[in-house]
């Protein structure tokens, strides 16, 4: 399939895609009788519209659904491309992204970047969900049914699994992704742990992650353990009364032998202070 450069299109189940794209974030894209579902509307109306254009490779069906897995820019800010579609998230994706601290701190972030979208970030409308719920919802689309789950705070306070039962297999958006940190800026370290125990127990085979490649379920529970070793060594180095600097060099100390490898291990003595932080 000549998909957008840069993205390869994985058909996971039948008329279940995953969109991967490389260095960047994941969409994935759901077939159905009468219309397309979309997991995650991109980082900027540009790459919402490669998305579409890829989506008609596949069908001619129109959108009518965006889910937005949390509320984080490269995710959701693609949604004004979506303006007949329901878009539907998390209450507090909605209240994240309705936040003028949080998307003023976030554009400024980015304009004053030097990434080719830093322009572009000027102008993009930033548009909620228009639908919303707090714990579950359901979806039926194709005649399968999608699962909108959501078990407390983790990598944002809004993060959602979409599960699709069928098919053994869960979009995870950022809270799991297969050998690789995941963003904790805005995270929640003291309820991560216990929202992916829950996410551990779902009788899945494949992931599909916002970011990098899909996974199975071992790769899901290596996840889990990463983040339990990073909360607890946290814990652990700050019950040690150890001050910023020292926990973290003892807490990546503790996690290098396991998951030093993992894509972006080498951020995490700027993230660690903040997590000990919210910990302490
Ligand atoms: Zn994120």
């Known amino acids: 399939?000549?998909?957008?450069?840069?993205?390869?299109?994985?058909?996971?189940?039948?008329?279940?895609?995953?969109?991967?794209?490389?260095?960047?974030?994941?969409?994935?894209?759901?077939?159905?009788?009468?219309?397309?579902?979309?997991?995650?509307?991109?980082?900027?109306?540009?790459?919402?519209?490669?998305?579409?254009?890829?989506?008609?490779?596949?069908?001619?069906?129109?959108?009518?659904?965006?889910?937005?897995?949390?509320?984080?820019w490269d995710h959701s800010w693609g949604n004004e491309e979506f303006p007949d579609a329901t878009i539907i998230g998390h209450q507090n994706c909605y209240l994240e992204m309705t936040d003028d601290q949080w998307n003023d701190q976030w554009r400024s972030k980015i304009v004053t970047g030097d990434d080719p979208w830093a322009e572009e970030a000027k102008i993009v409308n930033i548009t909620p969900p228009n639908l919303t719920f707090d714990s579950s919802m359901s979806l039926?689309?194709?005649?399968?049914?999608?699962?909108?789950?959501?078990?407390?705070?983790?990598?944002?306070?809004?993060?959602?699994?979409?599960?699709?039962?069928?098919?053994?297999?869960?979009?995870t958006g950022d809270v799991i992704q297969d050998r690789r940190v995941p963003y904790l800026g805005d995270s929640y370290p003291a309820d991560w742990p216990e929202t992916d125990d829950k996410i551990a127990e779902l009788p899945i085979e494949t992931f599909v992650s916002g970011h990098g490649p899909n996974?199975?379920?071992?790769?899901?529970l290596?996840?889990?353990?990463?983040?339990?070793?990073?909360?607890?060594?946290?814990?652990?180095?700050?019950?040690?009364?150890?001050?910023?600097?020292?926990?973290?060099?003892?807490?990546?100390?503790?996690?290098?032998?396991?998951?030093?490898?993992w894509v972006g291990f080498d951020t995490l003595d700027e993230r660690i202070p903040e997590v000990i932080a919210k910990l302490s």
């Open 215 to 220: 996974g199975n379920h071992e790769d899901l």
């Open 1 to 72: 399939m000549n998909s957008t450069p840069g993205t390869e299109i994985i058909e996971v189940a039948s008329g279940i895609y995953a969109r991967l794209h490389e260095n960047l974030t994941n969409a994935g894209i759901i077939v159905g009788d009468e219309g397309v579902l979309i997991i995650d509307s991109l980082r900027m109306p540009s790459f919402a519209r490669d998305l579409i254009s890829d989506v008609k490779l596949i069908t001619d069906k129109p959108i009518k659904y965006v889910i937005d897995t949390h509320a984080h």
């Open 222 to 261: 290596e996840a889990r353990s990463f983040i339990h070793e990073l909360v607890n060594s946290s814990k652990s180095a700050i019950e040690e009364g150890r001050n910023a600097e020292q926990a973290t060099d003892s807490v990546i100390a503790t996690l290098s032998a396991r998951f030093g490898e």
């Open 140 to 171: 039926y689309i194709g005649g399968r049914q999608l699962e909108l789950l959501y078990f407390g705070r983790a990598h944002t306070s809004g993060d959602i699994f979409i599960h699709v039962p069928e098919e053994k297999l869960v979009f």
